[in-house]
């Protein structure tokens, strides 16, 4: 009888079940020829192979690599998907996502969604024939309303971008199945650790990685998690286009993930007390976080997530300077677009990140600040905003 130790390894085999367990084991297995418990960075191209047309199972690093496949594993893993397909940053995964449809085919979006998201449906896909209507998916019977039948996707942000607005993941997967279409999640901000679309019925899972699953703020990149057949025609985009992330970016992805729970646990910590500080604070107008009582997507955040995030939106009194001065005052907070990385950051949305969707039906206040509350010290954080708010609304 072998003993464990001297058994072959097999760490997927003995990763069980627990959502830790599968960020740090799922595809991870040690490597077979030296044992290295860290799945390598396979920078190499090309696989020599060992005769005409018999190969490893990789031929070419645009159509495979060992060190995305490890990563593409795991957040399937996580996600509870059959399958993960990896790309080098978010919006590239999504750009995939709508190559599935063809011309005439109509998608419906959430009216807060991502800016970059809606840039690239009503700039890029709709110059190929894609139709897409922007709708309060809050409102179903405005979904409802919506529907033809050319519908294809529903394209379901939550919490979104900026406005922190929770949707109904399982009523709109149900109203999309009645009409033929499919429900696609952005799960960025919430990540798997907090919220599982797919067993809430949704049909594709999109990320972008460069967010709390890279969690530090050092690499760009995407990923779609679905069931096997949708997979095999996003590989074959991803191939046949090309936008695969590096085995580096693939690498530091995998690592970040590793500790994706215990992260997100204290995002979410340190979020919620934010939220309290800023709610109670004077020179704050309205603070939106799902984990608030009174926001209006609290109860239902609290049936579909496990937990309510790192992300904080809020208005500032005394408007657009003013939250722009509160912007550029924090000093722990740094003033940069993106979210999801170990340390704090503030941005200006509609100057910042949602400048493309200016003059849209998707303009998001001018007085609004968004914060990414990272996973230092709590009451450092409050004492930043403090004074951040003192400098930016005294005059
Ligand atoms: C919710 C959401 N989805 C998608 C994206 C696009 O991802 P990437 O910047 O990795 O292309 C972003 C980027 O900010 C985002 O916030």
């Known amino acids: 009888m072998t003993s464990s130790k001297d058994a ?15 960020a740090i084991h799922a595809g991870q297995d040690p490597e ?22 018999e190969h490893t199972g990789y031929e070419y ?8 496949t490890a990563l593409e594993t795991c957040l399937a893993a996580l996600e509870g998907a059959e399958r993960c397909v990896a790309f080098a940053s978010g ?10 449809l063809s011309p005439g085919d109509h998608v419906i979006m959430a009216d807060d969604v991502y800016g970059g998201t809606w840039r690239q449906v009503a700039q890029v896909h709709t110059r190929f024939g894609i139709e897409v209507s922007a709708v ?55 990540t798997p650790a907090l919220q599982q679309p797919l067993t809430l019925g949704a049909d594709l899972v999109v990320h972008s990685t460069t967010k709390y699953l890279g969690g530090h703020s050092d690499v760009v990149g995407g990923a779609v998690c679905t069931d096997h057949a949708t997979a095999e025609q996003l590989a074959f985009l991803q191939n046949a286009v090309g936008a695969v992330p590096g085995p580096f970016d693939a690498w530091l992805t995998l690592r970040g993930v590793k500790t994706l729970e215990v992260r997100m646990a204290r995002h979410s910590e340190n979020a919620a007390q934010v939220a309290a500080f800023l709610a109670g604070h004077p020179a704050v107008s309205a603070v939106a976080y799902p ?37 550029e005052s924090t000093r722990l907070f740094f003033l940069a677009e993106s979210l999801g990385g170990v340390e704090s950051l503030i941005e200006h949305p509609g100057i910042m ?43």
Do not use: C, Y
């Open 61 to 68: 690093a645009r159509t495979g690599n060992p060190t995305r």
């Open 136 to 190: 309060d998916l809050s409102d179903l019977d405005a979904v409802r309303a919506a529907l033809t039948p050319t519908t294809r996707l529903i394209w379901a942000e939550t919490p979104s971008n900026p406005l922190l607005k929770v949707l109904d993941l399982s009523a709109l997967a149900a109203l999309a199945h009645a009409h033929g279409a499919r429900l696609v999640a952005d799960n960025t901000f919430a």
């Open 8 to 22: 072959a390894p097999d760490a997927t085999a003995a990763a069980g079940d627990g959502f830790a367990t599968r």
């Open 32 to 53: 077979p020829v030296t044992g290295a418990v860290t799945v390598p960075i396979f920078q190499t191209s090309t696989f020599a192979q060992r005769r005409v047309g």
């Open 91 to 100: 919006l590239a995964a999504e750009d995939a996502v709508f190559r599935l």
């Open 291 to 327: 984990g608030l009582t009174d926001h209006p997507g609290h109860a239902l955040a609290a049936r579909q997530m496990s937990a309510f995030g790192g992300m904080v939106s809020f208005r500032v009194a005394g408007g657009v300077e003013a939250a722009t001065r509160v912007a």
């Open 353 to 395: 990140t949602h400048a493309s969707v200016a003059g849209t039906a998707l303009e998001v206040p001018p007085d609004l600040v968004r914060l990414s509350v990272g996973i230092e010290s709590v009451t450092d954080l409050l004492a930043d905003l403090e004074a951040a708010l003192a400098a930016g609304t005294t005059r």
